[in-house]
């Protein structure tokens, strides 16, 4: 048996589909040694335009799998479930539980005095942590909340043309009141990063993951030891399990956080 000191940690990082891929991609970038059990759970996606008390369920039952697995700590690499869950999560279970912010705060720092858009799920503009957040930071007045509803679906499908024409509406708001801090509320906005600059070439582009992987790396010491990170991934639905997974890996190749052209 090994001891504490020689067992590569094993981390679940989950999210309602393939969002959360754009976060596993930085921790694998990473010379950190650690084994991913990542979750997609698009039996029961998008989970950002179902009620609050579902999404906690559907978030509490991937974490009770990563219970059953061992993990030692779980990484909730959605907005949309961090939202709804977070807090719950944290009392309720016995291994630490991170979760995903909007990168309002240095969006605002970047852009002083400028109104920021916030890109994100129907869920994550109404919770209470969004509306805290906005409130510590003094800034309810400088984000305008940008509906995204429907765009997280087009991500897990690699329906990116699609994708892009929903984002020509949504950047409309934007463009129109010369807004150029983008913020990507959601995991799955980060995949569609080529697409927005396309359209929108001004835009400067703001996103959680980097945050979230170092509060993660530094809170569970893994920059002590050094190696290679390992990963699983595990999708609640079997439908189309080749696409599923060719997609999944098309999304984890190196590179920016946008999806790669050349599929
Ligand atoms: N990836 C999720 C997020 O970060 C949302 C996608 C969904 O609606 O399921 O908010």
Redesign the pocket.
């Known amino acids: 048996m090994k001891n504490d000191k020689e067992r590569v940690p094993k981390i679940g990082v989950m ?6 891929l754009s976060v596993l991609k930085e921790l694998l970038d990473l010379p950190y040694p650690a084994d991913f059990l990542y979750y997609g ?1 698009l039996a029961h ?6 009620q609050t008390s579902e ?1 906690l369920e559907l978030t509490r039952n991937v974490c009770n799998i990563f219970l059953r697995e061992e993990v030692d700590a779980i990484l909730l ?7 709804a869950s977070a807090s719950k999560l944290r009392e309720e279970l016995s291994v630490p539980v991170f979760g ?1 912010e909007p990168a309002i705060k240095p969006a605002l720092l970047a852009h002083p005095g400028k109104k920021i858009a916030l890109l ?5 503009h109404r919770e209470e942590k969004l509306q805290e957040l906005k409130s510590e930071l003094g800034a309810s007045e400088r984000v305008v909340h940008l509906n995204c ?1 429907g ?3 087009l ?2 499908h690699g329906k990116w043309e699609e994708a892009k024409l929903l984002l020509k509406n949504i950047l409309k708001i934007p463009q129109e009141q010369g807004i150029h801090a983008l913020v990507l ?5 980060v995949f569609l990063k080529n697409e927005i600059k396309d359209l929108y070439p001004e835009a400067i582009l703001h996103d959680g993951n980097q945050g979230t992987v170092r509060h993660l790396v530094r809170s569970l010491h893994l920059d002590e030891r050094q190696g290679h990170p390992n990963y699983t991934l595990f999708f609640s639905s079997n439908s189309n399990r080749d696409e599923t997974e060719g997609l999944a890996s098309r999304l984890l190749q190196k590179g920016s956080g946008s999806h790669p052209h050349n599929r």
């Open positions: 999210d309602s589909g393939m969002g959360g759970d996606a998008p989970y950002g335009e179902k999404v690499a959605c907005n949309t479930a961090t939202s995903m994100a799920t129907s869920v994550t509803d765009l997280a679906t991500v897990d509320g959601c995991t799955h906005y």
